[in-house]
């Protein structure tokens, strides 16, 4: 995104965004997507509130009708819409953004388009999944986590550019020091991005995929969203609990309709606290439940189990890795 404020104001990189006569920036994401829009936000000095949350349709899919509204009005009002981030697999439902739409609406109003597959965007190696990548090569940007549905340990992030050279515009800043061990013809990845030093991650991704090879991991995430499906079947079955999201991947969201009528009530939350127990006894060796237990929507995941409201969760445990 640096880089495409950069863009449009080529002196950013040099003058930086403040003190001068620019227009408020906007980045656009869901109510469902993760903060971490807001966190780049802040950290670009773009402001927290300059991210617009976009209301999500029943499947707690981003409404791209609203996503056009708030844009042509944002313009029209004097903001510069910048960026929207479309999640593919959210965090507390897993759903998947009408991305090819939100490329369509990117190209019009000239919008950076990132993809935050942070945590389903895994599961495109799988040919039963194809369709979530619908749109992914229209994106600027997109990030996938392997430490999230892939297996590795944690931290993996990956991020695919469509124009690395614009990456290397803003971050190449070689020191004297290093003159040297500059060689044009190598990639460096000092060049593209803040760090210097870093350790060396592809080392445990390779291991992995060494180790479980592509055949391997497809069975492994097969099992995995088998026994969500599972799970999804238990809760729909159930006389006291509601699937409250669609079962698209390996979360599942259930609702106690009982509790919903009084959310902080002593019985919600003990009733709550009973199923946590019983699942952790249960899964125990499978799956990682992180309570809420004053909350009556619950969310489970196979690759490691959460227990949380949809809309208002962040943090995700995963039998490997965060
Ligand atoms: C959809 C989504 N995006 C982003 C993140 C944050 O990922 P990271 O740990 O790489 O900051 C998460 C973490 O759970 C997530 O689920």
Redo the contacts with the bound molecule.
């Keep these: 995104m640096d880089a495409f404020a950069r863009k449009f104001r080529p002196s950013t990189r040099k003058l930086g965004l403040t003190g001068r006569d620019l227009p408020r920036f906007r980045i656009y994401t869901s109510d469902q997507?993760?903060t971490?829009a807001e966190k780049a936000a802040i950290a670009l000095g773009l402001g927290e509130e300059n991210v617009c949350r976009v209301p999500s349709d029943n499947e707690f899919r981003m409404e791209t009708s609203i996503l056009r509204k708030t844009v042509v009005h944002d313009r029209e009002s004097g903001f510069k819409p910048l960026a929207v981030v479309a999640?593919v697999?959210?965090?507390s439902t897993a759903s998947v953004d009408p991305v090819a739409e939100i490329a369509r609406l990117c190209r019009e109003e000239k919008m950076w388009l990132h993809i935050?597959?942070?945590?389903?965007g895994g599961f495109a190696i799988m040919p039963e999944y194809e369709w979530i990548a619908e749109g992914w090569s229209e994106a600027d940007s997109i990030?996938i986590?392997p430490?999230?549905t892939l297996f590795v340990p944690l931290?993996f992030?990956v991020l695919y550019v469509r124009d690395i050279e614009r990456l290397r515009r803003v971050f190449t800043l070689v020191p004297e020091v290093l003159r040297a061990d500059t060689i044009e013809t190598e990639k460096n990845y000092m060049d593209y991005g803040i760090q210097l030093g870093r350790r060396f991650r592809a080392l445990k991704a390779w291991m992995i995929w060494r180790a479980f090879g592509r055949e391997g991991i497809l069975a492994l995430m097969r099992e995995h969203l088998r026994l969500a499906r599972l799970f999804g079947e238990w809760v729909g079955a159930s006389d006291d609990f509601e699937l409250s999201a669609p079962v698209s991947m390996g979360v599942i969201c259930s609702v106690d309709p009982e509790s919903v009528r009084g959310w902080h009530n002593r019985p919600t939350t003990k009733r709550n606290k009973g199923l946590i127990l019983t699942i952790r006894a249960l899964l125990a060796p499978f799956w990682i439940p992180v309570a809420d237990a004053a909350s009556p929507l619950l969310m489970v995941q196979p690759t490691g189990l959460a227990l949380q409201s949809p809309g208002t969760g962040?943090?995700?445990q995963k039998a490997f890795g965060?």
């Design positions: 997507a993760h971490s999640t697999g959210t965090t935050d597959g942070a945590y389903g990030i986590n430490h999230k931290d992030s962040c943090g995700r965060g």
